[in-house]
């Protein structure tokens, strides 16, 4: 048990060297848990061994596979949590949609926002739509690009579809004549 232990934490480190570093991708994540799950085994299997060889105490086998388990199911579940947000288009965590509203609400040739739909598609890769609503006489491919620059530069989305509605010009009261 002893010998079998060390190879598979040899095999294990080797594995989790190769993998970490890449903290955006969920796929590499989900691997990464993994072999830190079989590490953090051979290690347990390596103290039980080693108990049992020097105390004859067995009940350390288990003991220490239930805690083991205990840290794969934690983490496993972190993993399924993210990918189900993902998966059912969540807002990202980092991305609040109000600050999005207002922010774009600022923009000076800009009423109104809404319809605000921001999600990802995987982490490190947002996406948005919404609706501006222009003040009548605004540039729209100004405010358009205004409103991209301002979602790439402050929230990191790089892909936005921007619909724009024209707010109506204001009718002037009855009897009242235009200014010729």
Same mark, same amino acid.
């Given at each position: 048990? #002893?010998?079998?232990?060390?190879? !598979?934490?040899?095999?294990?480190?080797?594995?989790?060297? %190769?993998?970490? !570093?890449?903290?955006? *991708?969920?796929?590499?994540? !989900?691997?990464?848990?993994? &072999?830190?799950?079989?590490?953090? !085994?051979? #290690?347990?299997?390596?103290?039980?061994? #080693?108990? %049992?060889?020097?105390?004859?105490?067995?009940?350390?086998?288990?003991?220490?596979?239930?805690?083991?388990?205990?840290?794969?199911?934690?983490?496993?579940?972190?993993?399924?949590?993210?990918?189900?947000?993902?998966?059912?288009?969540?807002?990202?965590?980092? %991305?609040?949609?109000?600050?999005?509203?207002?922010? #774009?609400?600022?923009?000076?040739?800009?009423?109104?926002?809404?319809?605000?739909?921001?999600?990802?598609?995987?982490?490190g890769l947002s996406l948005a739509t919404l609706h501006l609503r222009l003040h009548p006489t605004a540039d729209v491919r100004a405010a358009v690009e205004a409103a991209k620059l301002l979602l790439r530069e402050e929230f990191g989305i790089d892909h936005s579809t %921007?619909? &724009?509605?024209?707010?109506?010009?204001?009718?002037?009261?009855?009897?009242?004549?235009? *200014?010729?």
């Amino acid at each position: 048990m #002893l010998v079998i232990a060390v190879l !598979g934490l040899a095999v294990n480190v080797a594995g989790f060297l %190769i993998l970490r !570093g890449d903290d955006d *991708n969920l796929n590499v994540q !989900g691997a990464l848990a993994h &072999v830190l799950g079989d590490l953090i !085994g051979s #290690l347990a299997a390596i103290a039980a061994a #080693l108990v %049992i060889r020097y105390t004859a105490w067995t009940p350390i086998d288990p003991l220490l596979s239930v805690f083991v388990a205990v840290l794969i199911a934690g983490s496993g579940w972190e993993i399924v949590r993210r990918s189900g947000h993902i998966l059912l288009e969540g807002t990202p965590e980092a %991305i609040n949609s109000l600050e999005i509203e207002r922010q #774009l609400s600022a923009l000076p040739q800009v009423g109104r926002v809404h319809h605000i739909h921001v999600w990802s598609l995987k982490p490190g890769l947002s996406l948005a739509t919404l609706h501006l609503r222009l003040h009548p006489t605004a540039d729209v491919r100004a405010a358009v690009e205004a409103a991209k620059l301002l979602l790439r530069e402050e929230f990191g989305i790089d892909h936005s579809t %921007i619909e &724009v509605e024209i707010a109506p010009v204001p009718k002037r009261p009855s009897g009242q004549r235009a *200014n010729t």
